[in-house]
């Protein structure tokens, strides 16, 4: 069987629940969904987010993110995948990105959900300009971000 991977790259807002409906519906092998959804911050190192713009290559984005679905999928019995990433200008305590993993049970998905949400934030073709202080700047790769990327090894 093929496993469903949704991928979607958008500026609208996303509904977490919808996303878990649409995802399990019908579906009687699905026995856990873990979600990771990621919120624009108000604040980063004690300074106050104004807003954040995340900007992406089209085309590129949604394949890489799908290259790595793929190997999600290679590495563990997940039954279904949906990644939402949101683009565009955002403010504080908008949704950023959904990664939703469903498998018969618990740690493929745990695991799966991880290894992607480690993936878009280190490696994925987004940018980020954040907006504080009436000033705009580029959000730099951390190497936490890395770090945690670099633990799962090639894919």
């Known amino acids: 069987m ?22 399990t519906a019908g579906r009687v092998d699905i026995g856990a969904v873990v979600s990771f959804s990621g919120l624009c911050r108000g604040a980063d190192d004690g300074n106050d987010v104004a807003a954040l713009t995340l900007e992406h290559y089209p085309g590129m984005a949604e394949d890489e993110i799908g290259r790595h679905a793929g190997e999600a999928v290679k590495r563990w019995p997940v039954t279904a995948l949906t990644i939402v990433h949101r683009v565009g200008r955002m403010l504080p305590g908008d949704n950023i990105v959904l990664v939703l993993a469903a498998s018969a049970h618990r740690q493929a998905a745990f695991s799966a959900a991880e290894f992607l949400m480690d993936y878009l934030k280190a490696n994925a073709p987004f940018w980020k300009r954040e907006e504080r202080g009436g000033e705009t700047r580029w959000i730099e790769a951390h190497d936490r971000d890395d770090a945690a990327a670099a633990r799962w090894g090639k894919d």
């Open 2 to 23: 093929t496993v469903p991977v949704t991928i979607r790259i958008q500026e609208a807002d996303f509904d977490i629940a919808a996303e878990i409906k649409a995802m």
